[in-house]
């Protein structure tokens, strides 16, 4: 059999699992093995390949990266630590090569919880970070992009990660002390120091995005859409398609909610879950838009997929150069939501599924208002 049958017969394999539904859907286990040198022999194309940006900003990942915050920060208990190093290299050898995190989770901690995980596969998959926010004694305490900041941001969190280049270096919160061309510039200046490889930002505006851009061409925004907020949809996807920037939606699966997990009578975990003060997960509101689950629940019902499948299915449908980063801290979950990256729905099942979420009118706010306000969209 040659390489393209075996990719074939692999991709078909995928796409009958992910309609078997949640338990039934992992791709064929395979043993882990600690050796970086054997893992691109392993990989076998199990995800697709997409490419953000275009030309010299182009960055080739897969169809869906790993949101990595969540597995120490702000999504409930903190979960086994060896484990979730685990779940981070089953990633890997399942074919994820795109990893998400930020110097302000924790912070600190989720960088080192990265770092330790997946500092061996340097130069093999691409671990993302961002800089922005000014942290004072353990705590943020605002928005900082001044560049000195910007360039020790990049020296300590290739440290902590365990890597001599960023990938993708994204800006995480606008900073409305620092003229947008500075930020660019100096993220400018790092690509041709060979520190950083990529720019990109996140929840900035489409005026923002343009003039960033002019400076240093951008490869990826980076800003929550899912079925539950579909606000990209008005100026930032268009812009980016304009201008040839990828994106990659966070949060995709509404942070919990449009899996179903979580409803009007779900506890969060005080110590450790934002969740549990933000208008959106106030058991009112979860009450009211359990309608747009339910509509999942129905749409996947009828095809052997889960809530959580249909809305990573409906965010890859929409655009080629659009990579979502779920965060997960299960196994069973990692491997039910990469099954997604091959699903056989075709355009106009989409749409009237969209028709349908779009009759529903979401109850409470994304963010609380001081949050809120650090965003420019
Ligand atoms: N740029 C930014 O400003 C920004 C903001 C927020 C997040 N992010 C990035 O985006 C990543 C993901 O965002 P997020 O964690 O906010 O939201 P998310 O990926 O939409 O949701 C994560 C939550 O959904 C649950 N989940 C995931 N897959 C599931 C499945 N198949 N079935 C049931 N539950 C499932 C997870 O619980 P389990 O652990 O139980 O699976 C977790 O609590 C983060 O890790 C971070 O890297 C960026």
Request: net charge neutral; proline share 5%; hydrophobic share 35%.
């Amino acid at each position: 059999m040659n390489n393209s049958e075996k990719n074939s017969n692999r991709r078909s394999f995928i796409k009958s699992s992910a309609l078997l539904g949640a338990f039934a859907l992992t791709v064929p286990a395979v043993s882990f093995s600690n050796s970086a040198e054997n893992l691109n022999k392993k990989r076998i194309n199990k995800i697709p390949m997409r490419t953000l940006g275009k030309g010299k900003s182009a960055f080739k990942v897969s169809a869906l990266g790993l949101g990595c915050m969540g597995a120490n920060y702000h999504r409930g208990r903190v979960p086994n630590r060896q484990k979730m190093i685990e779940l981070m290299q089953e990633a890997v050898e399942m074919g994820v090569t795109l990893f998400d995190t930020a110097e302000v989770y924790g912070p600190y901690i989720n960088e080192e919880l990265v770092g330790e995980a997946l500092g061996k596969f340097k130069n093999k998959i691409s671990v993302t970070t961002k800089f922005g926010f000014d942290i004072q004694n353990g705590k943020s305490v605002g928005q900082n992009c001044r560049p000195e900041q910007i360039r020790k941001v990049a020296e300590e969190s290739m440290k902590r990660l365990k890597i001599d280049v960023i990938d993708l270096f994204y800006q995480h919160r606008f900073d409305p002390n620092v003229p947008i061309e500075d930020v660019a510039g100096t993220v400018k200046d790092l690509i041709q120091e060979g520190k950083v490889k990529h720019f990109g930002m996140c929840e900035v505006s489409a005026d923002i995005i343009r003039k960033a851009h002019a400076v240093q061409p951008l490869t990826a925004i980076q800003s929550e859409y899912s079925l539950m907020w579909r606000e990209p949809e008005r100026e930032i996807l268009p812009v980016c398609e304009e201008l040839g920037i990828g994106f990659v939606p966070y949060s995709p699966v509404g942070r919990g909610y449009l899996t179903g997990m979580l409803n009007d009578q779900w506890e969060f975990y005080p110590q450790n879950d934002m969740r549990q003060d933000w208008p959106r997960f106030q058991p009112e509101a979860m009450k009211e838009n359990y309608k747009l689950v339910q509509l999942l629940i129905d749409f996947g019902h009828q095809r052997g997929l889960t809530p959580a499948q249909v809305a990573l299915g409906w965010l890859l449908n929409k655009k080629e150069w659009i990579v979502p980063i779920p965060g997960t801290t299960k196994f069973a979950h990692l491997h039910e939501n990469m099954a997604t990256t091959n699903l056989d729905i075709s355009e106009q099942e989409w749409q009237d599924l969209e028709n349908e979420v779009a009759k529903i009118e979401i109850v409470g706010d994304r963010y609380p208002a001081e949050q809120q306000k650090q965003i420019r969209n």
